[in-house]
C-alpha cells in the first residue's frame, strides 16, 4: 500500500456532522492513505455528487481519482471491475439502486463470478455504493430497495450502513476485501445528522449488533428501517413491552448466530424490510429463524414490508405504503399478545 498519511478534516472531535458527511470523511480518508483508491461515477467530481456525498473531492484530489463518467453504469462498472483486477482499489458511485440493474450483468457475471470461475486466480476488489429506498418523492424510479436481490447473489458483500458510525467507517474494512461489496445508503439518511462516537475506529462487517437490548420481542431492521425499529421500541416501551432492536448492517453473509441468539432471549420476532414481502431478504430471515430456532419461538415470525407497489410518488401515498413504526408496534403486539 502506498501510504500517505492520515485524511484529517479539521473538524472538532464533538462537532456534529451528517450522515453524508461522514461518508465523504470515510471516502477522503480512504483517497488520502492509498493511492490505488479512485472514486468515479456520475457526477461525483465537479457537482460533487447526486446527493452531495463527493463535495469538494474533485478539487482536493484532482480528476485523475475523482472521476466524472458517462451515463452508462454498465461501461463504468466494468471500468471498475477491469481497474480492480489490475490492482488498483476503485469506488464506483452509483446513483440509485434502480439504475444499477443497468449494470447487473458486470455485477453477477462479472464482479461476483470471476474468483470462482478462474479457480481462485483472480479477485475483484472493487467497492460499488448506490442509493435505496423511499420516503423522499422520488417516485417509482427512483425509490425502490432491491438491497435483497443483491444479497442474493454469493460472490458479494452486502452493506446497509445505518448510523453515522457505520457510514463513516465501513469503506475502509470493504476496501480492504479482497471480493466485491456493495454499500447501500438510504436516501432518507443522508440528512440525519449527529456525533460520531470517537472511539469507533472500525466497523465489523461479520456481524450484526444488537442497538437496543430487550427481553420481550426481537425487531430486527437494517439501514433506514432501524430508525423506525428504534421509535417502535420505544412506544412499545411506554406500553410495558420490551424490544429488543437488532441492526443487520451486512445482508451477505446474513450474521445468524446475531439474529438467532436474540430470538433465543426473547421468543419472538418481527423482521422489518423496505423491500417487497414476496421473495424478500424478511423471508429468508423468517425462514432462518424458523429452521433453527423453530422451537424457541412462542409466536410466528412477523414481517413489516413495503407494499407490493411500485413506490408512490404522492407523499401520503409513499408513507402509506412504506413500513411504519405504527405498522412495527402493531406486529409486536401480534407476536407478544
Known amino acids: 500500500m502506498n501510504t500517505r498519511g492520515k485524511a484529517t478534516t479539521g473538524r472538532p472531535e464533538d462537532a456534529s456532522l451528517s450522515y453524508r458527511e461522514a461518508l465523504r470523511e470515510a471516502l477522503r480518508e480512504a483517497l488520502a492513505t492509498d493511492e490505488r483508491v479512485f472514486l468515479m461515477g456520475e457526477d461525483v467530481g465537479r457537482y460533487g455528487g447526486c446527493f452531495g456525498v463527493s463535495l469538494g473531492l ?90 435483497g436481490w443483491y444479497a442474493h ?26 471480493d466485491p461489496v ?47 425499529a428504534l421509535d417502535a421500541a420505544e412506544e412499545l416501551a411506554g406500553e410495558g413491552i420490551d424490544a429488543e432492536v437488532v441492526d443487520l448492517r451486512t445482508l451477505r453473509p446474513l450474521d445468524d448466530a446475531t439474529i438467532l441468539g436474540s430470538v433465543r432471549r426473547t421468543h419472538r420476532a418481527v423482521v422489518v424490510d423496505e423491500g417487497w414481502r414476496s421473495g424478500s431478504l424478511s423471508a429468508e430471515i423468517s425462514a432462518r429463524i424458523t429452521e ?34 405504527a405498522g412495527i408496534v402493531a406486529a409486536a403486539h401480534r407476536a407478544v399478545d
Request: charged share 20%; hydrophobic share 45%.
Open 153 to 178: 447473489i454469493p460472490g458479494v458483500r452486502v452493506l446497509t450502513p445505518a448510523t453515522l458510525d457505520d457510514a463513516r467507517h465501513l469503506l475502509a474494512p470493504a476496501l480492504a476485501d479482497p
Open 292 to 325: 433453527q430456532a423453530f422451537f424457541d419461538l412462542d409466536a410466528p415470525v412477523e414481517r413489516v414490508c413495503a407494499a407490493e407497489v411500485p413506490i408512490p410518488y404522492a407523499r401520503h401515498l409513499e408513507q402509506a405504503a412504506l413500513p411504519q413504526p
Open 182 to 228: 456493495l454499500i447501500f445508503e438510504h436516501g432518507s439518511l443522508y440528512n440525519a445528522t449527529g456525533v460520531l462516537d470517537r472511539g469507533v475506529r472500525e466497523v465489523d462487517l461479520d456481524h450484526a449488533v444488537v442497538r437496543r437490548e430487550g427481553t420481550d420481542v426481537t425487531v430486527v431492521a437494517y439501514g433506514g428501517s432501524l430508525a423506525k
Open 58 to 147: 474533485l478539487e482536493e484530489f484532482g480528476p485523475d481519482r475523482v472521476r466524472d463518467t458517462p451515463l452508462s453504469e454498465s461501461a463504468f462498472v466494468g471500468a471498475g471491475i477491469g481497474a480492480a483486477l489490475a490492482g488498483m482499489r476503485p469506488i464506483v458511485e452509483i446513483m440509485t439502486v434502480n439504475f444499477s440493474l443497468l449494470a447487473l450483468d458486470q455485477i453477477l457475471n462479472n464482479a461476483a463470478t470471476l474468483r470462482h470461475m478462474s479457480g481462485g486466480q483472480l479477485g475483484v476488489p472493487l467497492v460499488i455504493r448506490m442509493t435505496t429506498g423511499a420516503g423522499r418523492q422520488l417516485a417509482a424510479q427512483h425509490s425502490h430497495s432491491l438491497e
